[in-house]
T-cell receptor, first 113, second 116 residues
Framework: GDSVTQMEGPVTLSEEAFLTINCTYT??????LFWYVQYPGEGLQLLLK?????DKGSNKGFEATYRKETTSFHLEKGSVQVSDSAVYFC????????????FGRGTSLIVHP | EAQVTQNPRYLITVTGKKLTVTCSQN?????MSWYRQDPGLGLRQIYY???????DKGDVPEGYKVSRKEKRNFPLILESPSPNQTSLYFC???????????????FGSGTQLSVL
């Protein structure tokens, strides 16, 4: 079945540091890939998405590129801010298969001033 | 404002006492779903609904019931709650559902349930 694997957290960075959160996936069909962000005390909200190989999703300075050859969708940001502190979830939807989106376990990011 | 509304935000109950968590969306979405979020396990889907009167099990449906009598509402029912159902619950919706491939999910703010 489909699965998403994210790096363990928490990731702790200083403000203005470079961020990478790794995400790899397995899927039987043709997945679309997503990053969701969960700020403290809130529900998840979509951060960015990519629907086919080599697509790059971007939003709020975050980027992720759909790499079919390495089955990866790593999240990056060049300069993090304290306000980026949150939990980040990688997810996939398989257009050829399940009605159940698959989420990773989440990676907590803590950014210090 | 487009939103998914869950109630209550916090709920403490005792084992065996039936409870309902409500979920409502105002975006005319066809697809609605319930998730539970537990430390170290991430989000796991409980039930989903593709449209009115159409519901199906997710990954962890045991101990839960749902109904979809109207398009906007999708309540989660725990007939006889147990302590292992203590968790953070999220309702989510999207226009047509994940098989369209790029459907964005809209989430509610969550319900923290404690079963004593």
């Amino acid at each position: 079945g489909d699965s998403v694997t994210q790096m363990e957290g928490p990731v702790t960075l200083s403000e203005e540091a470079f961020l990478t959160i790794n995400c790899t996936y397995t899927a039987t069909g043709y997945p679309s890939l997503f990053w969701y962000v969960q700020y403290p005390g809130e529900g998840l909200q979509l951060l960015l998405k990519a629907t086919k190989a080599d697509d790059k999703g971007s939003n709020k300075g975050f980027e992720a590129t759909y790499r079919k050859e390495t089955t990866s969708f790593h999240l990056e940001k060049g300069s993090v801010q304290v306000s980026d502190s949150a939990v980040y979830f990688c997810a996939l939807s398989d257009r050829g298969g399940s009605y159940i989106p698959t989420f990773g376990r989440g990676t907590s990011l803590i950014v210090h001033p | 404002e487009a939103q998914v509304t869950q109630n209550p935000r916090y709920l403490i109950t005792v084992t065996g006492k039936k409870l309902t968590v409500t979920c409502s969306q105002n975006m005319n979405h066809e697809y609605m779903s319930w998730y539970r979020q537990d430390p170290g396990l991430g989000l796991r889907q409980i039930y989903y609904s593709m449209n009115v009167e159409v519901t199906d099990k997710g990954d962890v449906p045991e101990g839960y019931k749902v109904s979809r009598k109207e398009k906007r509402n999708f309540p989660l029912i725990l007939e006889s709650p147990s302590p292992n159902q203590t968790s953070l619950y999220f309702c989510a919706s999207s226009f047509r559902g994940p098989t369209s491939g790029n459907e964005k999910l809209f989430f509610g703010s969550g319900t923290q349930l404690s079963v004593l």
